[in-house]
């Protein structure tokens, strides 16, 4: 069986970052934000993000981006 490595190993931010719910964690939007967290938000350029999860397309649903990058690129589709 193969193991599968995690999209955020990758983020140069990854060592000093302690953000739960993480765009490039393969469980994104689905994971527990403690409401006690210092930090909530990814601070990994969205460049860097859509950059590392064109090599995991198969496993981040949201492409390394936040929900609200999502939706906002989802609206600007019509």
């Known amino acids: 069986m193969m193991v599968q490595k995690e999209p955020f190993f990758e983020c140069t931010s ?3 970052c ?3 719910n993480c765009p ?5 939007a689905k994971l527990y ?3 006690e967290d210092k930090e909530r938000i990814c601070c990994a350029t969205r460049e860097m993000r859509v950059k590392i ?3 995991y397309q ?5 492409g390394g981006l936040t ?3 999502k939706n906002q ?3 600007s589709d019509f």
């Open 14 to 16: 990854y060592i000093k």
């Open 67 to 69: 929900e609200t990058e």
């Open 53 to 55: 999860a064109e090599k």
């Open 58 to 62: 198969n496993i981040l649903k949201f």
């Open 24 to 28: 490039l964690c393969s469980g994104y």
């Open 33 to 35: 934000i403690d409401p």
């Open 73 to 75: 690129r989802n609206l």
């Open 18 to 20: 302690s953000v739960n």
